[in-house]
């Protein structure tokens, strides 16, 4: 029987993929790798996870918990002002995109090795870019916006663009860009520069 349950042994199981996932590839890590890491056998990963698709939604789930958990942080943060809750994101996009070991997106990455719609891998990526159109729809739509649909479209665009360009090119500029860009698209006036940490 398969445990969906958390216990310390599926913490464990999920803490070695968050590590080797992102920092490889989700194709590359083998189920094995995963093992090994956790010390653990693969008798004791199958209790826990039926497959590594299984696994890989689960390390998804987790990621997306993070990022969700830091947008309604920002959201409380900007207590009803749109242009000081993108502030908070862009702030918090900059210092990921400075943090050692940054690879991109989670999401992104997993969407380019996944390219099935129908895969529960992307299902789960899916999932998780409609929660957070959806939530940036809501905090624009105070605004007045003619479509605040599109414009949850544009920030969605300018969220990937600055997570893949926080990969490839300076991450220390993509928060003062990110922060101008929607100020732009949203025509909210002040675009300076976020405090970045890196």
């Known amino acids: ?107 992104i990455n997993a969407a380019a090795e996944y390219p099935d719609p129908d895969s529960p891998v992307r299902k789960a990526v899916d999932a998780h870019r409609r929660w957070t159109k959806a939530t940036f729809e809501q905090l624009v739509a105070p605004l007045g916006v003619a479509d605040a649909g599109r414009a949850a479209d544009d920030l969605m665009l300018l969220r990937d663009g600055a997570m893949v360009a926080g990969y490839l090119d300076q991450p220390a500029a993509v928060a003062a860009s990110f922060l101008r860009s929607s100020r732009a698209v949203l025509g909210i006036g002040d675009a300076s520069a976020p405090r970045t940490g890196g």
């Not at 992102?22 to 890590?29: D, P």
């Open 1 to 107: 029987m398969i445990s969906t349950m958390s216990s310390p042994m599926r913490e464990r199981l999920l803490t070695a993929a968050i590590e080797l996932f992102y920092a490889h590839g989700l194709r590359a890590v083998s189920v094995d790798k995963v093992i090994d890491l956790a010390g653990t056998t693969k008798v004791t990963f199958y209790r826990h996870f039926k497959s590594k698709d299984d696994l890989v939604v689960a390390y998804l789930e987790r990621r997306a918990a993070l990022e969700r958990e830091g947008i309604e942080g920002a959201i409380k943060q900007g207590d009803g002002d749109v242009g000081a809750t993108l502030r908070v994101i862009s702030e918090a996009i900059g210092a990921i995109a400075c943090a050692p070991g940054f690879r991109g997106c989670p999401f």
